[in-house]
């Protein structure tokens, strides 16, 4: 079995379960968004969401990427972790007061505003402390990603954003409110899309948009196609980077941008989910009726994924070389989905082998949760270890 290179005797120290990232991979990807953003003129903007662990946001800032955020503590941990204020987006249905007014106390790019109240309040809370608030429509733009249901974003009947039959009158609403600023068109249509044709027919989309936006002669000078791009979770080791190059060339491909426009993307699993795993021990081995169980000290807790949206994630004993079995993996959870995988091929493996699950750095860390009171598991860096 083909297996991912991690410095085990380093592990010995350090309380499992715990997250492990590559700094390298992360390295090596940052740069490819960057050499392939800056040969399509894009701007990048990292979808904070996915994985929010300081050292990792500090890795990705000092890249130069901006930041997507989907609440006003994210906005907070961009800035902290060093984003400039000047590359923050602000995204979400439910932005409080609290969070509009941090994210104008901190000037940050622009909001994507997703309903006619939220715009009302922004511009009463700018007005309030005398700015402008720049704000981009996020449109729903009725596109199927083709991607799990749990999310999918883009369809009419998913509550994000603007409807496309609603835009003329709130782009009045923006013109009409003395401290809103319209910046850009927004959209995100899914997550884990490994199908890039929906990228081109989204493309298409904003293009008919567009014409539309031209014949009311209202300007937009930012396109925002949000984030979405898919990772391999099968073949981590062959394919540690997402496709964005191809990802890129699409985009630039299809869309009609406007002179003067640019475009913006918000990439979140993509950046992040190949650099990390999920290193956990083997307490027992149970023999069962037709199973053997691999019953590890990470659970649900750790990384929900499976247990929330059915997801794989490779699974390899990282350290017996000895001859494959197969293995249900599960953690010690109360709960029946507690399951990381079921009928696993893995060296023959004891109390006390490691187990790294691949794929782990998008939506691993950042979604564990105290539940049964366990310990929050912990986040280390191939550099620090
Ligand atoms: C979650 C999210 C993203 C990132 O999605 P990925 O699938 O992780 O790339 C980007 N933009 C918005 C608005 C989001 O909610």
Redesign the pocket.
């Known amino acids: 079995m083909i297996k991912g290179n991690f410095p085990i005797e380093k592990f010995k120290n350090i309380e499992t379960p715990f997250y492990y990232y590559d700094v390298e991979l992360l390295n090596k990807t940052l740069e490819l968004i960057n050499r392939c953003s800056k040969e399509n003129n894009i701007d990048v903007h990292y ?1 904070v ?2 994985n929010a662990n300081k050292k990792v946001l500090s890795i990705i800032s000092k890249a130069g990427l901006g930041a ?1 955020c ?1 609440s006003g503590n994210e906005v907070l941990a961009a800035i902290n972790a060093g984003f400039p204020a000047s590359k923050i987006v602000f ?2 249905v439910g932005k409080t007061d609290k969070e509009i007014n941090i994210a104008l106390d901190n000037d940050i790019f622009c909001f ?1 505003a997703e309903s006619v109240p939220e715009l009302e309040v922004i511009n009463e809370l700018a007005k309030a402390k005398g700015k402008i608030a720049n704000v981009e429509i ?1 449109v729903n733009p009725n596109i199927d990603a083709h991607t799990h249901k749990k ?1 999918t ?1 883009g369809l009419n009947e998913n509550k ?1 954003g603007f409807n496309m039959d609603e835009l003329q009158s709130v782009c009045q609403l923006i013109s009409n409110s003395t401290n809103l600023n319209l910046l850009g068109l ?1 959209f ?1 249509i ?4 490994t199908d890039l044709n929906a990228y081109e027919c989204l493309c298409v989309r904003i293009n008919e948009l567009q014409d539309q936006f031209d014949s009311w002669g209202v300007k937009i000078k930012n396109i925002n196609v ?5 990772i391999n979770y099968e073949h981590p080791n062959h394919i540690p980077i997402a496709d964005f190059e191809s990802y890129f060339r699409i985009l630039t491909k299809y869309l009609k941008l406007r002179d003067g426009q640019k475009l913006h993307c ?6 992040v989910a190949q650099c990390g795993s999920l290193i956990t021990k083997v307490t027992y081995v149970k023999q069962g009726v037709n199973k053997q169980f691999a019953i590890v000290d990470a659970g649900m807790t750790d990384l929900i994924r499976p247990a929330l949206y059915d997801a794989y994630h490779r699974i390899e004993n990282i350290s017996s070389d000895l001859e494959e079995e197969t293995y249900d993996v599960v953690g010690p959870i109360c709960e029946s989905s507690d399951v990381f995988d079921k009928d696993v091929e893995l060296n023959k493996t004891k109390r006390g082998d490691y187990l790294a699950i691949r794929s782990a750095g ?2 691993g860390e950042i979604m564990a949760s105290n539940y049964n009171l366990r310990k929050l598991p912990q986040g280390y860096l191939s550099t620090e270890l």
Do not use: C
């Open positions: 979808a969401k996915a997507d989907v995204a979400g994507n996020r999310i974003t994000f927004h995100h899914g997550s884990q899309i949000g984030g979405g791009l898919g918000e990439p979140g699993r993509s950046v998008a939506y």
